[in-house]
């Protein structure tokens, strides 16, 4: 393989198990899942978000692997007073690397704000989280939407640094592609994602560049290629395939297979 990471932005997969995988689920992943994948990481950022229950397993059996991990949420706050709730520094301790922002359904069944998932950002920067930061337009609007989608980047990366937006990656995901059967179009796919990244780089400067703009939303192994056509669109994130390990891991060779066959043309 040609592909080195170090040809541009180094390509993501990344899987979000939302509230599913219990311990014994998630050591059956791993053994299937690694070896499908061992060889990739060079080539690829893989990510993968389990719940909290499983957050210490999932960081302790994928050491040494390549493979990172990520919590699916965090509350704004230091102050141990918050029942039910976790921190930045407590994730960070159980080994999570990265954490999700602004998920359609942390909006859509908690309430979630804009404004919130700003503080949400900050204080994962502060304990040295690198946020994967979902955007996409409310069901309410047919995408693709500029105004709408740059509207929502504005005040949930207020306060954000050029470096720290170089350090994330982006989740294209309009609300309306969470929970149906296919993913969108791929040409609306790639709309979406140069509408964020050319905003990207000029709200940040050139060091925006940087950042990886991946695509979520009812993907599968037999719609991966087509999605990831757009250059834009530097990876993709999975749900339900994600907790799947031959279909994730399937994903990953797609992810990968595709920047390869970019960088040889």
Not at 105 to 111: C, K, N
Not at 158 to 178: D, K, L, N, S, W
Not at 199 to 212: C, K, T
Not at 225 to 233: A, G
Request: glycine share 8%.
């Amino acid at each position: 393989m040609r592909f080195r990471a170090d040809q541009g932005r180094t390509p993501v997969a990344l899987a979000n198990w939302k509230m599913a995988m219990s311990l014994a689920e998630t050591q059956r992943f791993v053994a299937r899942f690694v070896p499908l994948v061992r060889d990739l990481t060079p080539y690829i950022d893989i990510i993968v978000c389990p719940p909290c229950t499983a957050l210490h397993t999932l960081a302790t059996l994928l050491r040494d692997t390549g493979i990172m991990v990520g919590a699916q949420h965090i509350y704004p706050a230091t102050d141990p007073a918050y029942t039910g709730e976790v921190s930045a520094a407590l994730v960070a301790d159980a080994g999570a690397q990265w954490v999700l922002v602004g998920h359609w359904e942390r909006r859509r069944h908690f309430g979630e704000t804009n404004d919130l998932l700003q503080q949400q950002i900050q204080h994962a920067l502060q304990a040295g989280l690198r946020p994967v930061v979902l955007l996409g337009e409310p069901r309410t609007i047919s995408p693709p939407d500029a105004t709408a989608l740059l509207a929502q980047a504005e005040q949930v990366l207020a306060g954000c640094t050029p470096e720290a937006i170089a350090r994330m990656v982006f989740v294209y995901e309009p609300e309306e592609t969470i929970g149906r059967a296919h993913p969108l179009e791929p040409a609306r796919v790639g709309q979406g994602c140069h509408f964020l990244r050319t905003w990207l780089m000029e709200r940040f400067g050139p060091v925006a560049a940087r950042a990886r703009i991946i695509y979520g939303g009812s993907v599968t192994p037999e719609t991966a290629d087509q999605l990831l056509t757009h250059p834009d669109v530097d990876g993709l994130g999975a749900g339900r395939r994600g907790r799947d390990p031959l279909a994730f891991a399937a994903i990953v060779h797609r992810v990968v297979q595709r920047r390869a066959a970019t960088a040889d043309g």
